[in-house]
């Protein structure tokens, strides 16, 4: 359902913005519990990666069982897997490069910049997630 052409459909669409967002909150707390343990023993950017991996397959597992109630590639799961991670990818590719600029070129900590890399991530995972997935 991707116009909400009705009020049952833009409450559906809602409801799901809402599981998809509580869903991320679930898989940002174990990125950011990994980050911060793993940036004490390597590269920050290594450490982000790894935790946005972990957080990654923590809301493939959500997205599938609770957040969507269809799915374009239900009966596809490896096709379906594999465009769930090219998109995931593609997030920590902007998640990283917006660390990046946050903390090498503002200068800002490191939490404050996956603060805002989550943000972007966060809006671009839903976006082609939705447009492609579900």
Known sequence: MTNPGTPAQAAHMQNEFGRY???SLAALALDVAVLHLAAAWMHYLLAASLGFGVGAGAIYLLCTRWVFGRRKLAGK???????????GLAGL???DFVIFLAVDRLGLALLTAKAMAAGASFLFNYTARKLALF
Do not use: T, W
């Open 21 to 23: 967002f509580l869903a």
């Open 77 to 87: 799961a490896p096709v379906e897997f594999s465009a769930f991670v090219a998109i």
């Open 93 to 95: 590719a902007l998640n």
